[in-house]
């Protein structure tokens, strides 16, 4: 995974009204932890930002006044209604350092033929990563799988250098027969209708 680099701004200023003057400004307000070290405030360019999150777990170069930090997106708030970005927080990662995030699951193939349905019970993995190496998300071959199978998460192929965190026995995916809507009964549909 390719890092973004961002140019960050530290901000002095803090609370509700000096975090819709930062959006004002096409900018959003962010925090960066980690290490032990204190919470650093930052604001963020809000175009640049929203690019750089369309990528899941994303690896940010920030440049916070001529200083490197590389992080992770631990938690993105956006508008419920606009969906615009108003606050995220980052995490600190070194390079060979393992970090836990969530990826997201993706089927390919087809199932077998007949009236079957698939269903995904996890749409996402937690796994373990290096932080420069974290996967964007993991693929499942659903081929010719028919109604009873179910395939786990200890089942799911990960790349080279990840493991998995979520319990090795919890269903990811699982093929269910399709219920046919039986036909109402005629018998009773006249009765109905007499009454």
């Known amino acids: 995974m390719a890092e973004v680099k961002i ?9 509700k009204g000096a975090a819709r003057r930062t959006r ?17 405030h930052i604001s963020l360019p809000g175009h640049d930002l929203m690019m750089a999150l369309k990528t899941a777990n994303a690896l940010l170069s920030v440049d916070i006044e ?8 631990k938690a993105v708030q956006r508008d419920a209604l606009k969906g615009f970005i108003k606050h995220v927080d980052l995490l600190a990662v070194k390079l060979g350092e393992k970090v836990t995030v969530e990826v997201a699951v993706h089927t ?16 996402t993995l937690t796994v373990e990563a290096e932080a420069t190496h974290i996967p964007e998300s993991v693929t499942v071959s659903v081929e010719g799988l028919e109604a009873g199978a179910s395939i ?3 089942d799911v192929p990960l790349p080279d250098g990840t493991s998995l965190v979520t319990d090795e026995d919890a269903v990811v995916i699982q ?6 809507e039986e036909p109402a009964d005629e018998a009773s549909d006249e009765a109905a209708a007499e009454a």
């Open 7 to 15: 140019t960050a701004e530290v901000r002095s200023e803090f609370g």
């Open 108 to 123: 390919e193939g087809e199932l077998a033929p007949g009236p079957f349905l698939l269903e995904n019970v996890l749409s």
């Open 152 to 154: 786990l998460a200890k």
């Open 24 to 40: 004002r400004e096409n900018k959003v307000p962010a925090v960066v932890y980690g290490h032990g070290a204190d919470p650093v």
């Open 175 to 180: 093929v269910l027969a399709a219920q046919a």
């Open 66 to 73: 001529g200083r490197k930090e590389l992080v992770i997106p």
